[in-house]
């Protein structure tokens, strides 16, 4: 049996633009802040042995750990679903994590002094950070293919890698200008 001709990129992007987008926007506002702004987090210990763990373990083993368990956590919770309005609303809150890390205590510090003033606040800010990233991008990604017949889901596939590459440049370049404004 002849499999069907897929329909053209622009067809089968109409149908899949809002994962798209959730997806590009998912990476974009996570190469934003991370690692270039969680970087810039300063422990409140005095303590030397903490000072040398703080960011690999707070920063980069947190973010690493969270953002495989949300990924993990697709394969037992798919909410909300894939025409849910609430998807491109949670993506699009992800947002708060921006002045979040502001709020922790950044270096130099954009409004003089932490206001979550404990590591265990940018510790958990960092957790629920990495967790909404690679669960709603894992969502994205396995939504878009879905919403296309069977015979084009390898060019919707296509279609939401290049908006994943998409978003990351968009980070690294929003990256960039957040860093100057500090």
């Known amino acids: ?4 001709k897929p329909d053209s990129i622009y067809i089968i992007f109409r149908k899949i633009w809002s994962m798209a987008l959730c997806v590009c926007c998912v990476f974009w506002f996570t190469i934003a802040v991370f690692p270039a702004l969680t970087v810039r987090v300063a422990t409140f210990s005095t303590h030397n042995m903490w000072n040398s763990l703080f960011l ?30 609430w998807f491109p609303v949670l993506v699009a809150a992800r947002l708060v994590f921006i002045p979040a890390f502001l709020l922790c205590n950044v270096t ?14 940018f510790f958990l800010v960092m957790l629920l950070f990495g967790m909404s990233s690679g669960y709603l991008a894992s969502l994205a990604m396995s939504y878009g293919p879905k919403r296309v017949e069977a015979h084009n889901a390898e060019t919707a596939g296509s279609v939401m890698m290049f908006f994943l590459a998409l978003g990351l ?11 100057q404004c500090l």
């Open 169 to 179: 440049a968009l980070g690294a370049a929003t990256s960039f200008v957040m860093i």
């Open 56 to 85: 690999p373990v707070c920063c980069f083993l947190t973010f690493g750990v969270s953002d495989f368990m949300g990924r993990s956590l697709t394969a037992v919770v798919m909410w909300p679903g894939e025409h849910s309005c």
């Open 108 to 121: 130099p510090h954009p409004f003089g002094s932490a206001l979550l003033a404990h590591d265990v606040a």
């Open 1 to 4: 049996e002849e499999r069907p």
